[in-house]
């Protein structure tokens, strides 16, 4: 069974930083790109960032010099590094994996809140 599991999240204030883990189990993520999606309160789900198998990193520009995705293929973990947080950054924050080739992210995590007091 494959499972995403986040970790990392909690309350910071604003300018502060966290990072997020997700750690993924039950099949090999040999060509996934794997992602961070989060979603606030009254929101839809955006995307934030995504990384390929290969390294590529893109960003939501929301995000872009504030945020950097990493990925260790042989732990199959992702990290989500957040600094200069930002009171509108609140939201539970998920992982996410796809094949390279698809166009949809099939696994997803349960997520992990993020709470930026201003």
């Known amino acids: 069974q494959v499972q995403l599991v986040e970790s990392g999240g909690g309350l910071v204030p604003a300018g502060g930083s966290l990072r997020l883990s997700c750690a993924a189990s039950?099949?090999?993520?040999?060509?996934?790109?794997m992602a961070w999606f989060r979603q606030a309160p009254g929101k839809e789900r955006e995307f934030v960032a995504t990384?390929?198998?290969?390294?590529?990193?893109y960003y939501a520009d929301s995000v872009k010099g504030r945020f950097t995705i990493s990925r260790d293929n042989a732990k199959n973990t992702v990290s989500l590094q957040m600094n200069s947080l930002k009171p509108e950054d609140t939201a539970v924050y998920y992982c996410?994996?796809?094949?390279?080739?698809?166009?949809?992210?099939?696994?997803w995590g349960q997520g992990t809140q993020v709470t930026v007091s201003s």
């Open positions: 990384i390929t198998w290969g390294g590529r990193r």
């Open positions: 039950g099949r090999t993520f040999n060509n996934y790109a």
């Open positions: 996410a994996s796809k094949p390279s080739t698809a166009s949809t992210y099939d696994y």
